[in-house]
């Protein structure tokens, strides 16, 4: 399975970025797409994971309202939308992929990340 984030960049806050993730080397529909960020200095943190069994999407408190995930399953492309950024969401940010259901810190496969800055 191989993942590559792309989107990521500087905006200034309150705009807005979409992140995609272009996943491949898998057929399956148990699988589970998480989106995943690390500021410096500071642990890592799940932010939103699709399930494809059965289509469900969480997000972390600190985006819910903000971040939306979404994808085309036939393309396998995952993609997150991010609005009323502020500078607290700098991070880099990985997309991560699973077998089964959920998204857990660690998942079986992740991208190189892609950078977001958000100025103030």
């Known amino acids: 399975v191989q993942l590559v984030e792309s989107g990521g960049g500087l905006v200034q806050t309150g705009g807005s970025l979409r992140l995609s993730c272009a996943a491949s080397?898998?057929?399956?529909?148990?699988?589970?797409i998480g989106w995943f960020r690390q500021a410096p200095g500071k642990e890592e943190e799940r932010i939103s994971c699709?399930?494809?069994?059965?289509?469900?999407?969480t997000y972390a408190d600190s985006v819910k309202g903000r971040f939306t995930m979404s994808g085309d399953n036939a393309k396998k492309t995952f993609y997150l939308q991010m609005n009323s950024l502020k500078p607290e969401d700098t991070a880099i940010y990985y997309c991560?992929?699973?077998w089964g259901t959920g998204c857990p810190y660690g998942m079986d496969y992740r991208g190189k990340g892609s950078l977001v800055t958000v100025s103030s």
């Open positions: 699709f399930s494809n069994s059965d289509r469900s999407t």
């Open positions: 991560a992929f699973n």
């Open positions: 080397g898998f057929t399956f529909d148990d699988y589970a």
